[in-house]
């Protein structure tokens, strides 16, 4: 039987110990030097680097790299909350591409500061210049603690919130800011109810109405000067829905949700106008959208609802991720 030859190995030992082609090593002592450094290969500088059509890109960057930020309450507590941040800028048809970097870099030379949507004009104005871009859009994504009380036994509880500031940058320059918000609320049906009323009435049939945990997500527009709370658009929600669900409950705040469900039987339609009620009065939001799901418990499917304010080139009711919505 003819022997056959060991096949070549380049990263791994092969048959009989022979040495791999390549030698895999990491030198700890390497000491980086300026003259290094600058003779680093750079991509920018690549005559062929550009792959597939030469058009415009209208954002690209980076997504869900997180660090810890602060965040001041209404009351004035600094809060340090882990955020996912998202960075993008545009692309001119003639340019390679981005020093991902660099928008990472733009956070942490911000780190020590409290951050406000005003934070985030500075940081997309950065972006611009370092960059090279017409456009900048970034978005921070974290979750916000609010003590809430119990409805009757005087106990506390903390309530998180799904939170995104918005900041984007046009080619013009003009900074416009938004505030997304998830509100997770219970919803008794009106028809499960009067049904159930209707057998207890003609057949003394004991009934429960069907409700379900919900969820809305408000975003809106802040109007230019003006300053937003979180807190502020929790205490809308909570002013036009009524029916938050609990943190801390005994015996009597059980008692109490449920009289609470009973005062406020609401529809998926009910709550999309509800939140229109209590936001289009709100001088300091310029433009919104309220993206309801309530989540049956009388079928298989949820029951959706999308409504804005209307404003001419604003926010429309085009919303199709209810899926994020379950909660």
């Known amino acids: 039987m003819k022997k056959t030859q060991p096949k070549k190995m380049y990263l791994h030992r092969g048959p009989g110990g022979t040495k791999p082609s390549i030698v895999r090593s990491y ?29 415009p890109i209208q954002q690209v960057g980076v997504s869900n790299f997180r660090l810890p930020l602060r965040y001041r309450t209404k009351s004035g507590e600094v809060l340090v909350l882990e955020t996912a941040v998202t960075g993008t800028v545009s692309l001119e048809a003639a340019l390679k591409g981005i020093n991902m970097s660099r928008i990472v870099r733009s956070f942490y030379e911000h780190g020590t500061e409290v951050f406000t949507l005003e934070t985030l004009r500075r940081i997309l104005a950065k972006y611009r210049r370092k960059v090279g871009a017409m456009q ?3 978005r921070l994504s974290f979750s916000y603690p609010m003590l809430q009380p119990s409805l009757r036994s005087g106990l506390e509880g903390y309530q ?55 969820k809305a997500r408000v975003k809106v527009e802040v109007s230019a000067g003006a300053r937003l709370r979180i807190e502020d658009l929790q205490a809308h929600c909570l002013a036009a829905l009524k029916t938050e669900t609990q943190v801390m409950v005994k015996r009597e705040d059980e008692q109490a949700f449920a009289e609470l469900n009973g005062a406020h039987i609401k529809f998926v339609e009910d709550a999309a106008r509800l939140l229109y009620a209590a936001l289009a009065g709100d001088r300091r939001i310029a433009d919104f959208q309220a993206a309801c799901s309530h989540l049956e418990s009388l079928h298989s499917h949820d029951a959706v609802s999308v409504i804005c304010k209307g404003v001419k080139g604003g926010f ?7 899926r994020s919505l379950v909660c």
């Open 27 to 55: 030198d700890a002592g390497f000491k980086l030097t300026p003259a290094y450094q600058d003779s680093l290969p750079d991509m920018m500088e690549a005559q062929d680097a550009v792959q597939g059509a030469p058009v």
């Open 136 to 138: 900048a859009r970034v």
């Open 316 to 322: 429309t009711a085009d919303f199709t991720d209810f």
């Open 160 to 214: 998180y919130y799904a939170v995104t500031l918005e900041g984007t940058m046009d080619a013009a320059g003009r900074f416009r800011k938004f505030i997304e918000f998830d509100f997770v609320y219970s919803s008794a049906c009106p028809c499960s109810a009067e049904l159930s009323e209707h057998a207890r009435d003609l057949r003394g049939a004991y009934a429960i109405p069907h409700n379900q945990r919900s």
